[in-house]
């Protein structure tokens, strides 16, 4: 109510050139109403006057009365009149329309600038993503595939007797699992069906020759070590798991051994370790762990790297 300011409607200049002009154009249609309304009763009036009042009664042309002329020159008028509004100037004007034709152009014109300018903005972000993408992609090293062999021997490299550990080494066996979760385990057929089911959180890939060997559901089959490696190549570091013939096929290929060295022979196994050269390896941690109420032998955690 009080103190408040009367709100001004904001009109700009097209839309008041187009009220202007709109305007004009009703002022032009009413002139040309009131011409004819004048004409009318003009020219009923030259009649009256010479017809009944006998103004000019003996005027005359070619035989013909002087308000018929004048009627006729006036109709000329009214009809120019006529024309001018409908033909001459038409709804806003030609000049007018010249004018609107020319901010048409020239904002058509600026938005082909604008639209030129976003598309070589566009087309210079591509160019720099991609040059970016190619550099990033000539720097970026292949990831490395590191083979790590994980087993558990003896002394005498016995790691195990019919399908089955030798022995019941729980920190090694919590080491092994720390070590394999989250990666590919590559086994032969035999070391998977010692397995109650498949250990949770990894891979298994198992090597067999048997056709049509059935798996549980996420067990991948292979019927090589090629193979296997080829199925985890996605895989930074895949674990060999065993047994000892597998060991043999991947030790060529491996870079990496972790040993659980269990100090002691035992002469009734029936499955081992190859025998490591170890001028090809580098020992690069040990950590020893004496015999005692949970662990019946002692043993050593031992990482190998190939040299």
């Known amino acids: 109510m009080f103190g408040r300011k009367a709100h001004k409607p904001s009109i700009d200049k097209e ?5 202007e ?14 011409h004819f309304v004048v ?39 009214f009809v120019y009149h ?20 020319d901010k048409l152009v020239g904002k058509q014109q600026e938005r082909i600038e604008a639209l030129k300018q976003k598309f070589l903005k566009e087309e210079t972000q ?21 083979l790590t062999l994980i087993v558990a021997a003896g002394e005498d490299n ?19 699992k720390a070590l394999t979760s989250g990666h590919c385990i590559i086994m032969g057929r035999k ?27 996420g067990v991948i089959v292979v019927n090589s070590l090629e193979d296997a490696m080829d199925a985890a190549k996605q895989d930074k570091q895949p674990f060999v798991i065993g047994g000892g013939e597998i060991y043999k096929l991947a030790l060529p290929y491996a870079q990496k051994i972790e040993l659980t060295r269990v100090h002691a022979n035992f002469p009734g196994a029936d499955t081992f370790f190859p025998e490591l050269n170890l001028n090809a390896w ?16 002692a043993f050593s955690f031992i990482t190998y790297l190939k040299q």
Request: net charge positive.
């Open 15 to 19: 839309q008041l050139e187009l009220i």
């Open 21 to 34: 002009n709109a305007q004009k154009r009703i002022r032009q249609k009413k002139r040309l109403y009131v």
């Open 39 to 77: 004409f009318l009763i003009g020219a009923i009036f030259l009649i009256l006057a010479n017809t009944v009042l006998g103004i000019g009664k003996e005027a005359k042309l070619f035989g013909i009365d002087w308000f018929v002329y004048a009627i006729f020159i006036w109709l000329f008028l």
């Open 82 to 101: 006529l024309f001018n509004v409908f033909v001459t100037h038409k709804f806003m004007g030609k000049e007018w329309e010249q004018q609107q034709l």
């Open 126 to 146: 591509i160019a720099q993503s991609q040059v970016y993408n190619e550099v990033k992609d000539q720097k970026k090293k292949p990831q490395k595939h590191e």
């Open 158 to 176: 016995a790691i195990g007797k019919d399908n089955d550990l030798i022995w019941h080494l729980s920190d090694d066996l919590k080491r092994f």
């Open 191 to 217: 070391t998977f069906e010692s397995f109650p089911k498949p250990l949770p959180n990894r891979t298994h890939i198992v090597i067999t020759r048997q056709p049509k060997y059935k798996v549980p559901q």
């Open 282 to 297: 580098k020992e690069i941690a040990s950590e020893y762990r004496e015999q005692d109420e949970k662990h019946a032998y």
